[in-house]
């Protein structure tokens, strides 16, 4: 178990695939954003923090000071007696309101400064996850890209706007405090030597962990989103399977490990509290006893050992500035690591020159191939595979042997542990996406329609498609322009608004729509799996005539639920426990009387018994 884990006592689960950008990548990959700080910018807001700072301290020593004009004493430039006072308490007034206005603008330049930079940081984890490879983003998860892309770029800029001003006056204010006291007399800083000497081994203990814990924060809140998203995908299916008890459990367990993990990232905190209770006690105890120390000697008068304490009295806010918002502030860097990491995922796509598009229905190979989910045993061990430029071939078998882990291979949504994929000789583990999704196309019984209308819709299957195209794309998966589902389901044609905020569409119209997009679309490669299989009976056999259309001229793998498909196909693959243990044709196969043959007469009485 590592040192986290040990340390909030969570397991290895709730680690991350996708590690936090460490500061120097993070503050380089912010370099890179078009508002990211100029020189000019960051020269105007260290000159308005050092003016603050200065006029803070300046503050504290000036009322230190006021001690020896009390005792009749007088000081340089303004002298003594009550003049001398009032130009004291003018001057403390004025540095006051210096201080005040620095802090307002210094304010307003982070502000405006990390909310632009919050925008542009924003576009690019979005981009990058349009443009990173699809196994990275599938093993991510939806509610972790999500969570990094919202939650933690507002968690960033949230801290930054409470503690920004804080952070950067503390960082200033501690070396100029220490030279304060130091020109008041030089013994001062062996009693930081001294603090600090005693602190380090504590201190840098518990500041160690503070990354990796708020991280497993972070790992487990996108953990319990993708749940949720999961969840509320799925509410049809759980309804109807009564898993809705076993939905509110899984989530439930999944939000307490994240209010676990909260909790146990306490102890370190409270721990770094403690120390810097007892560090700041020292500090206080240590620079009054020496200032006493040094005015009964006559090394110090009255006033400059005052002041002393004054500024030391002012470092108490920073001190325990520092260690309230250590927590914050360590969020806010690994909020801003995981967004970092995010938007620079893109860069791990292959750089090599892609080959040109297919022009027709190329061969595909699987060799060697070897897959298994992460800690569990191989789901596919050395397969070998090739699909017939042109054919069609049904992949069949029992659940979970591995047919649906094969299909999401091909299609590149997964990366094998060994092996590789080819499509007309191209290995995609080579070349990017984007070329590999042009070649190949996968439909799934899930589909998603994008808000907006139905020509909308289908026209990002193929940008400036006429109408005309779009209406044929339509009926050549039976909805033909004037067809009792068309006038049913687009009483406005193309016009129809469809997704979210429209009326819902029903799955087999949802998947018609998606096939549409395939005719539209044009790969060379296709790939279904079960994308038939949530039909209804009355239904079920026009999608697979629909799905069976589209296939012809390209090479097509389809991953059949229903047998239907399997019929028809140029050849049939059966799949049990990760390997190929029957592969022919239909007719073949049922003559051979194996596997195949009885999940058909199984099929076939089901069927029957269906119609009848």
């Known amino acids: 178990m590592s040192d986290v884990n040990r340390t909030t006592g969570l397991d290895d689960r709730v680690a991350d695939v996708l590690e936090p950008a460490t500061v120097r990548e993070s503050g380089r990959m912010l370099g890179t954003l078009p508002s990211h700080p100029t020189a000019g910018w960051f020269t105007a807001f260290l000159l308005v923090a050092v003016i603050t700072v200065t006029a803070m301290v300046g503050t504290s020593n000036l009322l230190g000071y006021s001690v020896n004009i009390i005792n009749g004493d007088t000081l340089p430039v303004i002298g003594g007696g009550s003049r001398a006072m009032i130009w004291l308490l003018g001057i403390v007034g004025l540095a006051i309101l210096t201080e005040t206005a620095g802090r307002s603008i210094t304010q307003y330049l982070i502000n405006s400064r990390t909310r632009r930079l919050s925008v542009d940081l924003r576009k690019a984890a979005l981009s990058s996850a349009l443009r990173a490879p ?45 030279l304060s006291l130091v020109l008041i007399h030089w013994s001062y800083l062996l009693i930081f030597a001294g603090i600090i000497l ?48 076993w939905a509110l459990g899984r989530m439930r367990r999944a939000s307490w490990t994240s209010v676990q993990a909260t909790a146990d990232r306490v102890p370190i905190f409270t721990r770094i509290l403690l120390l810097g209770s007892i560090a700041y006690g020292l500090l206080l105890v240590g620079s009054f006893s020496l200032g006493a120390y040094l005015v009964a000697e006559d090394v110090l008068a009255a006033g400059a050992a005052t002041a002393a304490v004054f500024v030391v009295v002012r470092m108490e806010v920073h001190v325990f500035n520092v260690l309230m918002f250590a927590s914050e502030i360590q969020s806010a860097v690994t909020s801003l690591g995981r967004a970092v990491s995010l938007a620079t995922l893109s860069n791990r796509a292959p750089s090599a020159p892609e080959p040109d598009d297919l022009s027709g229905a190329p061969e595909v190979r699987v060799e060697n191939l070897t897959y298994s989910y992460p800690g569990g045993a191989a789901v596919l061990e050395d397969l070998n595979l090739t699909l017939a430029p042109g054919t069609t071939t049904a992949l069949v078998g029992t659940s979970g042997a591995g047919k649906s882990t094969l299909a999401g291979l091909i299609a590149g949504l997964q990366r094998p542990d060994s092996g590789r994929v080819t499509v007309d000789g191209v290995d995609t583990a080579t ?15 899930e589909v998603h329609l994008f808000s907006g209308t139905l020509r909308e819709d289908l026209s990002m299957a193929a940008a400036g498609a006429e109408d005309t195209e779009l209406e044929q794309a339509l009926a050549a998966v039976g909805l033909e322009r004037g067809s009792p589902a068309y006038v049913r389901w687009f009483p406005e044609g193309l016009d129809t608004m469809i997704g979210a905020g429209a009326e819902e569409l029903s799955p087999e119209i949802q998947q018609q729509i998606s096939l549409a997009r395939i005719v539209l679309r044009d790969p060379p490669v296709l790939i279904m799996d079960e994308a038939t299989s949530e039909a209804g009976s009355d239904n079920a056999r026009m999608l697979e005539t629909a799905a069976t259309r589209i296939a012809r001229g390209r090479t097509s793998l389809v991953v ?49 018994s269906q119609q009848g």
């Open 431 to 445: 070349v990017s996406d984007t070329w590999t999704t042009r070649q190949i196309t996968l439909i799934s019984q």
């Open 134 to 178: 699809v196994p990275d983003i599938m093993q991510l998860g939806t509610g972790n890209v999500i969570s990094r892309i919202t939650q933690d770029i507002d968690n960033t800029v949230r801290i930054i706007a409470m503690t920004g001003v804080r952070v950067v006056v503390t960082a200033l204010i501690f070396p100029l405090s220490i």
């Open 560 to 608: 059949a639920h229903r047998l239907d498909q399997a019929v028809v196909a140029d050849r049939i693959i059966v799949m049990e426990d990760g390997e190929i243990v029957e592969d022919g044709t239909h007719a073949d196969l049922v003559a051979r009387g194996g596997r195949y043959a009885r999940l058909f007469e199984r099929w076939s009485e089901g069927a029957n």
């Open 198 to 245: 005693i602190l380090i081994p504590g201190v840098r203990g518990a500041v160690r962990v503070i990354p990796q814990a708020t991280n497993v924060v972070s790992s487990t809140e996108a953990r319990r989103n993708n749940l949720l998203l999961d969840t509320i995908r799925g509410i049809g299916t759980l309804r109807v399977l009564g898993l809705a008890d």
